[in-house]
C-alpha cells in the first residue's frame, strides 16, 4: 500500500521557517515527479513547488519564489519544503503529491498525503 506521510508543520510568527518533510513508502518514487499542494478552507488546492524525479527540474509558485525550497532525497524516498521569511497568507494545509512521470503532471490518479497545518502568525 503506497502511502505519503506530511510532517514538520506548526504553528510560527511571521519570519521564521519551516521545513516540510513527505515520506513515501509502499513505493519507489525516485523516477517520479512529487509536488507540494496547499489549501485555506474554502478555496481550492493550489500549486506551491514541484521536482522532478530526478531533482533536476524545480517549479514554484510565484508566491513562494525565492522563500522556498523544494529538495528530494531518493535514497529515503522523502521530499523536503524548506520555507522561510513565512508569512500570514502562508497559513494553509500543505499536502505533498507523487506522480506517475518524470516531471510532476497533476492527474486524478496521483497519490496524495493527508495533510500538514501550517500556521503563521502576524
Known amino acids: 500500500q503506497v502511502q505519503l506521510v506530511e510532517s514538520g508543520g506548526g504553528s510560527v510568527q511571521a519570519g521564521d521557517s519551516l521545513r516540510l518533510s513527505c515520506a513515501a513508502s509502499?513505493?519507489?518514487?525516485?523516477?517520479?515527479?512529487m509536488a507540494w499542494f496547499r489549501q485555506v478552507p474554502g478555496k481550492e488546492r493550489e500549486f506551491v513547488a514541484s521536482?522532478?524525479?530526478?531533482?533536476?527540474?524545480?517549479r514554484y509558485a510565484d508566491s513562494v519564489k525565492g522563500r522556498f525550497a523544494i529538495s528530494r532525497d531518493s535514497a529515503k524516498n522523502t521530499m523536503y519544503l524548506q520555507m522561510n521569511s513565512l508569512k500570514f497568507d502562508d497559513t494553509a494545509v500543505y499536502y505533498c503529491?507523487?506522480?506517475?512521470?518524470?516531471?510532476?503532471?497533476?492527474?486524478?490518479?496521483?497519490?496524495w498525503g493527508q495533510g500538514t497545518q501550517v500556521t503563521v502568525s502576524a
Open positions: 509502499g513505493r519507489t518514487f525516485s523516477s517520479s515527479g
Open positions: 521536482i522532478s524525479g530526478g531533482g533536476d527540474s524545480v
Open positions: 503529491s507523487a506522480g506517475f512521470t518524470y516531471v510532476y503532471t497533476s492527474r486524478s490518479s496521483n497519490y
